[in-house]
């Protein structure tokens, strides 16, 4: 199962160091609701959206070449088993990702998740 959102900034001229606060909230519903269904169907998560934040202000341990401190919620990305998120947002989500000019968020923001499992889809 592919999980898709495309999230529109109120303010077209946000500058990116705010992309991550407007992101937060649909992040962490995303993430929940993976690992929510991730146990229900006895599946496995990947492509969690966004950069983690459970070593909080310390440096992330895998950074330094350590296993991570929280293998619980530690999950694969979803180019890490060979997806073209790109692609795939436009031919299964119908959304065609647009990109930052590198100061300002773009139009909008496209988070791409999934869920490997057997059996019927689950309701989302």
């Not at 983690?52 to 979803?78: F, I, M, T, W, Y």
């Amino acid at each position: 199962m592919i999980i898709g959102v495309k999230l529109t900034p109120n303010d077209a001229r946000m500058p990116m160091e705010q992309v991550y606060d407007l992101m937060r909230p649909e992040l962490e519903r995303l993430n929940r609701r993976l690992i929510e269904l991730e146990h229900e169907k006895q599946g496995f998560a990947l492509g969690f959206v966004g950069k983690c934040e459970r070593c909080g202000n310390a440096p992330c341990s895998r950074q330094q070449g350590k296993p991570c401190r929280h293998p619980d919620v530690l999950r694969p990305s979803l180019e890490a088993y060979g997806f073209n998120v790109s692609e795939t947002a436009s031919q299964l989500l119908g959304i065609d990702m647009v990109w930052s000019n590198g100061k300002n968020v773009p139009r909008y923001l496209t988070l791409v998740c999934g869920l490997f499992f057997n059996g019927e889809t689950p309701k989302w």
